[in-house]
């Protein structure tokens, strides 16, 4: 784009109608490369639904077949067969509880960064991000198992909390920093306790907030892979460790692979639609705002 | 609340507010990896009774090839797929930096990589990587090319598992690196211009000092992401073939819920920790020093 240095500008003064040939030329390249680079994103998800819908005779042709008679077949399938139902159950229950329970903690603790400045549990937050997953995960199965809690929605909500809630906090401590402290200074002098003044005016002017932290965090539980492959068994198992276990068929079944991941993204992808602008705002901790 | 209890709130709410939160953070987190020093200093298979071998497992670790093996990958993955994620961010977010019809779309679909389920992500290019049946090899024979093994060779396994990371993470750098240069005010390239400086000029000392606080945030963030990349190279390669693509990560995985070996596992975690943490120190350096 800075390929145009001064030179080419000064001598495309002298000709208006070549400098505008030139400008147009650029846009057109700007735009080609626009594209490109979306195309490229989108290829992934295209080639997914594209899977999803052939049959398998389609899918192991050694040439790609562009065109073809979608069938459901697929979609079917996973879901008779595989009990897709119960982990797409599984995976409600678990990233509904861990979000219910990051907010009942998050929201008070963010209130609290935002109001009293406590850096220090801003950082403690931090390094919990910035340490490895499995760290925790090796005490948590052994702790668990004393306890008898593997493959109960207890162990999983419990773990599930450590990746919604970070989200939650970092997302709200902006919102709770914008809510004017006179209303809440108002609300003491008319006599309402600090508990009062949380949930009856901070928590209300902040519903965005909260909407937007709520869905992030179950996204996040949703797609949490790792500690759902060690702690949940038959009872509890979500959605991308049964897709994962898909693979160990044997013989592999693209088109089924490729249904099964159509179904666990379209959630997703749906709440992205809704709350887009907070997204960047979770995952840099706050750093970036949306 | 009773008056009394209210009162007790009202002179503890700096405390009793972030209370319930912290003390999840103790239990889950603080506990754990405390805990996880302790088990690291046992020969301790789940299940077993642990036996004290001291610093016996990190002096094993220091002589097992796996390990450096797996310190090699983990540090190899990293090295080659942040760079391009920086680079490739940059170039997107300034190309994307402009107005033009169907903003909001084109903000949806650059966030779709980063917010898909991994497992689902990592299962689409293991489809796309089969070396008979893959989309990718098409595209290559199509481009004259020769055919690749992608992940199941064992030299092409990390760089193949890149490519993956690179697609689903560079979109978060272009939306950091974009949010800062809309930030940098139109005024200083309008003076730029009015000095004679062309649009090289004006990039080089005006766009990026701009941007340069969040390119090294966005640095920082992707390197420890990296580092602890687990879900896609667990989905598509399990470490293989062989080991060839087997990050510590993966390898402490395996150590410890496929073999049992909770001590060792726990011992590999402190290291990849370490390191973890001592890349994010050095990194937060380079972001005070002014040059």
């Given amino acids: 784009m800075s390929a145009v240095g001064t030179g080419a500008r000064r001598r495309s003064q002298a000709t208006p109608a070549g400098d505008r040939r030139r400008r147009r030329i650029r846009t057109l390249l700007i735009y080609l490369l626009m594209a490109v680079v979306l195309v490229i994103m989108l290829f992934p998800f295209y080639w997914m639904i594209l899977t999803s819908l052939r049959s398998q005779v389609d899918n192991t042709s050694p040439v790609p077949v562009w065109f073809f008679r979608p069938t459901l077949e697929n979609y079917l399938n996973v879901i008779r067969q595989n009990n897709f139902l119960a982990y797409t159950w599984h995976s409600l229950i678990i990233a509904t509880l861990a979000t219910g329970l990051g907010l009942v903690l998050g929201l008070p603790a963010a209130y609290s960064i935002a109001r009293y400045k406590q850096n220090g549990l801003a950082f403690a937050i931090l390094m919990a991000r910035l340490t490895p997953y499995i760290t925790y995960l090796v005490p948590w199965y052994m702790a668990f198992r004393a306890l008898h809690l593997i493959d109960t929605y207890v162990a999983l909500t419990a773990t599930h909390l450590i990746v919604g809630m970070p989200l939650i906090i970092w997302i709200m401590i902006s919102f709770f920093e914008e809510v004017p402290r006179d209303l809440e200074e108002a609300a003491y002098v008319d006599g309402a306790s600090r508990f009062g003044t949380f949930t009856r005016i901070v928590l209300p002017l902040s519903t965005p907030g909260i909407v937007a932290a709520s869905i992030l965090s179950f996204i996040f539980s949703w797609n949490q892979f790792l500690f759902s492959l060690v702690l949940s068994g038959p009872n509890t198992k979500p959605v991308p460790v049964a897709v994962f276990n898909f693979i160990s068929y044997g013989q592999i079944n693209f088109g089924g692979l490729g249904a099964a991941a159509v179904l666990i993204t379209l959630p997703v992808v749906l709440l992205t639609l809704v709350i887009q602008r907070y997204i960047v705002t979770g995952l840099t901790m706050g750093a970036v705002k949306g | ?291």
């Fill in chain 2, 1 to 291: 609340m009773t008056e009394r209890a209210s009162r007790f709130f009202d002179r503890n709410a700096q405390w009793l507010f972030p209370l319930p939160a912290v003390l999840a953070i103790l239990i889950l987190i603080v506990g754990p990896v405390l805990a996880n020093a302790y088990i690291s200093v046992h020969d301790w298979f789940i299940g077993a009774t642990p036996k004290y071998v001291g610093l016996g497992n990190f002096a094993r670790a220091l002589s097992d090839h796996r390990f450096w093996a797996g310190l090699k990958n983990t540090f190899y993955f990293t090295l080659v797929a942040v760079p391009v994620e920086l680079v490739l961010g940059l170039g997107i977010a300034v190309l994307f930096n402009r107005d033009f019809r169907g903003k909001g779309l084109v903000r949806t679909i650059i966030l779709l990589p980063m917010v898909a389920t991994p497992v689902a992500i990592a299962l689409i290019w293991a489809l796309m990587f089969n070396p008979s049946l893959g989309v990718l090899n098409y595209f290559l024979e199509s481009l004259g090319l020769p055919r690749s093994l992608w992940v199941a060779s064992a030299q092409l396994a990390i760089p193949s598992l890149t490519i993956v990371d690179v697609w689903e993470w560079t979109p978060m750098v272009a939306l950091i690196l974009l949010a800062a240069l809309q930030s940098v005010p139109t005024e200083l390239y309008e003076a730029a211009l009015i000095d004679g400086a062309g649009p090289v000029q004006a990039f080089r000392f005006i766009t990026l000092p701009s941007i340069r606080s969040a390119a090294v945030i966005a640095l920082i963030l992707r390197s420890i992401d990296a580092l602890k990349t687990f879900d896609i190279i667990y989905v598509i390669t399990q470490g293989g073939p062989g080991i060839a693509s087997e990050t510590l990560n993966v390898f402490a995985f395996k150590t410890g819920f496929e073999f049992f070996r909770a001590g060792y596992a726990a011992t590999l975690l402190i290291f990849l920790l370490v390191a973890v943490l001592g890349v994010a120190v050095l990194l937060n350096m380079t972001r005070r020093s002014p040059s």
